[in-house]
């Protein structure tokens, strides 16, 4: 089965730094999705960024990147020019590939909290 | 709908009563999934559908949970018999289709069992 491990419970960041989040997962499959997602205290889950595992290049999204090593099975977020508004809680996510898998499910790691210091 | 509505935001029950937990997916989207988030922690997969069938409910955790959907659109989690270890915040998304993999998310129904 596969897992996602978040292994930092907390971070915290100055406004206007950069700050990257870790992700680790474990999979015997080769291909499938990677996620990051935002949630505010508004409780709604907010896409930040998706990577397909066939793709090489690290997807990026204006100030939010990733370095996905697949040998590794690491998946970590850089957030650049940290703004006060980052601050969240911010979950990685695993989904099997469409085809062959049987399952579309999300599987969910235990989240980073982000706090973003002034 | 412009978004995934979850209703209601916040549900206070007796141990022991039945709940039920709505979600209205964003129109079109025919995949909907169920997750639990207990305080201070991830997401835990519940079900998932595809139109109105369900591929994949391994993750309801006992038989007092149950989820339906009907007309490819709402969708009802209900919870019988509840126990205070079911309080968590009960998120639902909705993806055009399985093959999709940007799920949009709905604001949560956050149960509380005393």
């Known amino acids: 089965a596969q897992t996602v491990t978040q292994s930092q419970p907390e971070m915290s960041v100055q406004e206007a730094e950069t700050v990257t989040l870790s992700c680790t997962y474990d999979t015997s499959e080769s291909d499938y999705y990677l996620f990051w997602y935002k949630q505010p205290p508004s409780r709604q889950m907010i896409l930040v960024i998706r990577q397909e595992a066939y793709k090489q290049q690290n997807a990026t999204e204006n100030r939010f990147s990733v370095n996905f090593q697949k040998a590794a099975k690491s998946f970590s977020l850089k957030i650049s020019d940290s703004q006060l508004g980052d601050a969240a809680m911010y979950f990685c996510?695993?989904?099997?590939?469409?085809?062959?898998?049987?399952?579309?499910?999300?599987?969910f790691g235990t989240g980073t909290r982000l706090k973003v210091l002034a | 709908g412009a978004g995934v509505s979850q209703s209601p935001s916040n549900k206070v029950t007796e141990k022991g009563k039945d709940v039920e937990l709505r979600c209205d997916p964003i129109s079109g989207h025919t995949a909907l999934y169920w997750y639990r988030q207990r305080l201070g922690q991830g997401l835990e997969f519940l079900i998932y559908f595809q139109g109105n069938s369900a591929p994949d409910k391994s993750g309801l955790p006992s038989d007092r949970f149950s989820a339906e959907r009907t007309g490819e659109s709402v969708s009802t989690l209900t919870i019988q018999r509840t126990q205070q270890e079911d309080s968590a915040v009960y998120l639902c998304a909705s993806s055009l289709d399985v093959l999709n993999t940007e799920a949009f998310f709905g604001q949560g129904t956050r149960l509380t069992v005393v």
């Open positions: 996510a695993y989904r099997s590939p469409s085809v062959g898998s049987g399952t579309y499910k999300y599987i």
